[in-house]
C-alpha cells in the first residue's frame, strides 16, 4: 500500500487503553471496518499479492479473523475455512494446543476442511505474539495442505511474532 | 435463487445430530463455505436484492455471522459493524438484553458506530428463534439507523423466528 494509503488506514485505528486488562493498549480497527472505502482496499491489499499463488483456501481464527478472512475469501475465489476454539465446531476436529501468558489453549478445525491438494493463506487482524497463527498452520499442515502465505492488518513488531512464524511468507500491512 | 441452485447449496449443509446438546440438529455450513463457488454465490444472492437500497453498513453477530456479513458489506461497498457478546469490543458501547431458554444474554455494538443517516442491513448464517436477530436490529435502532433488512442463509421455520421479527424485511434462501 502506499505511504500515504497506510497512514489513511492507521488513522482509523484507535488506540483504547488498558483494554482487555490494565497497562496494555489495544489496537481498536472497527473504525476501519466502518468506513466502506478502507474495508474494501484492507481486504484487497491483504489478497492482492497472493492473487496468482493458487490459492484454493482461506482460513481464519474467530472471531475477528473472520471479518477479514471472509472478504479475502470471496475476493480470490477460495474457499473459507474457520478455525475455532474447542467445542465449537459441531463435526469431527483435528485440535493444537498452544501456550498462553498464563497456560495453554486449544484451536479446532474440521478434520474434512482440507487436504493434501489445499493451498491455503492463513488471514488475521493483528500479529502479536504469533500463537494462534502459527497453531492455525499447524492445523492446516495437520490436515496435509500448504500454507502458501499469511496477511494481516497489524503487526504488533514490539511482541516478534514474525520469529515465531520463521519460514512462512507474512505480509502485514501495518507495523507498530 | 433458482430451485436447483437452492438445492445444490443445500447439498453442502452437514446435519450434526446432537450438537450443541442431545436432540439437536445442528445445520452445518462449513461445507458450504469450503467450496469457493457456492460461498460466493451465497454472498452474493444474500446482498443481491439490497443492492440499490442504499445499504450504508452491514451489521453481525459473532462469530458464524461475521463469515457472511463481512463479504456481504464488502460486496455492497459497505462498512461492517460487528455486534458482539458483552465485554468484547473494546470502546463505549450500546447494550440489549435479550431472552434465551434459560436466563438471558447481553449483545453489544459500538456506540460510535452508526447514527441517523445510517441505513443498514443485519446478516446472520441462521434464522432460529429470532432472538439474536432482533436483539441486533434493537441496537441498530438505539443508535438511531434505521434497519433495511435482514438476510439470512437458512431459516429453520419451526422456530418461528420471523414473528419476532415482524415489521422487518426478511429475506432467506434456505428453509427447514
Redesign the interface.
Known amino acids: 500500500m502506499a505511504t500515504m494509503a497506510i497512514e489513511k488506514v492507521k488513522s482509523f485505528i ?1 488506540d ?1 487503553p488498558d ?2 486488562k490494565p497497562g496494555v493498549v ?1 489496537k ?1 480497527i ?1 473504525p476501519l ?4 472505502t478502507l ?2 482496499s484492507t ?1 484487497e491489499k491483504m489478497a492482492g499479492p497472493f492473487r496468482r499463488k493458487g490459492i ?2 482461506v482460513a481464519s481464527v ?3 479473523g ?3 478472512g ?2 479475502v ?3 480470490l ?6 478455525v ?1 476454539k474447542k467445542g ?4 469431527k476436529t483435528a485440535a493444537f494446543d498452544y501456550e498462553l501468558e498464563y497456560g495453554t489453549d486449544t484451536l479446532e478445525i ?1 478434520a474434512d ?1 482440507l487436504d493434501a491438494s489445499s493451498r491455503v493463506l492463513v488471514i488475521d487482524d493483528v500479529l502479536a505474539t504469533g500463537g494462534t497463527a502459527h497453531a492455525t498452520c499447524k492445523l492446516v499442515e495437520k490436515l496435509k495442505a500448504k500454507v502458501v502465505g499469511m496477511s494481516f492488518v497489524i503487526e504488533l513488531e514490539f511482541l516478534h511474532g514474525r520469529e515465531k512464524l520463521r519460514g512462512y511468507d507474512v505480509l502485514t500491512l501495518i507495523r507498530y
Open positions: 484507535r483504547v483494554f482487555p489495544f481498536d472497527t471496518l466502518q468506513n466502506p474495508f474494501k481486504v484454493t483456501h474467530e472471531s475477528r473472520f471479518i477479514f471472509a472478504p475469501a470471496y475476493q475465489d477460495a474457499g473459507f475455512i474457520p475455532r465449537k465446531l459441531p463435526y474440521h476442511a
